[in-house]
Nanobody
């Protein structure tokens, strides 16, 4: 089993920055990819960014150039640096992991095996 705990959410003004963290514990010794997703009130959970076990990254178009996903394997922690935040970025942000090798980028929530509890990000205009 794997446990994921997100932190770093909060309330910021438009144009501000936040850095989310996702700390993993448990069975994390095999290669895994990490994804960040978000869910706004009344909407489906959607893909934000993902990082493969070897560091390759992929983003949804709306956050390219503003968000950066990274990971520190020694600390078993992933990060999502969010700059130039907009009100439409307001959502609960979730991290998730999927065990796999290969070069695929997984962007569907159903592809991921373990999830954190989420952290609220609110951006005021």
């Amino acid at each position: 089993q794997v446990q994921l705990v997100e932190s770093g959410g909060g309330l910021v003004q438009a144009g501000g920055s936040l850095r989310l963290s996702c700390a993993a514990s448990g069975r994390t010794s095999t290669p895994y990819g990490m994804g960040w997703f978000r869910q706004a009130p009344g909407k489906e959970r959607t893909f934000v960014a993902t990082i493969r076990y070897n560091g390759g990254t992929y983003y949804t178009d709306s956050v390219k150039g503003r968000f950066t996903i990274s990971r520190d394997n020694a600390k078993k922690t992933g990060y999502l640096q969010m700059n130039s935040l907009k009100p439409e970025d307001t959502a609960i942000y979730y991290c998730a992991i999927k065990y796999y090798y290969g070069t695929t980028y997984y962007t569907a929530p159903r592809d991921y095996e373990y999830w954190g509890q989420g952290t609220q990000v609110s951006v005021s205009a």
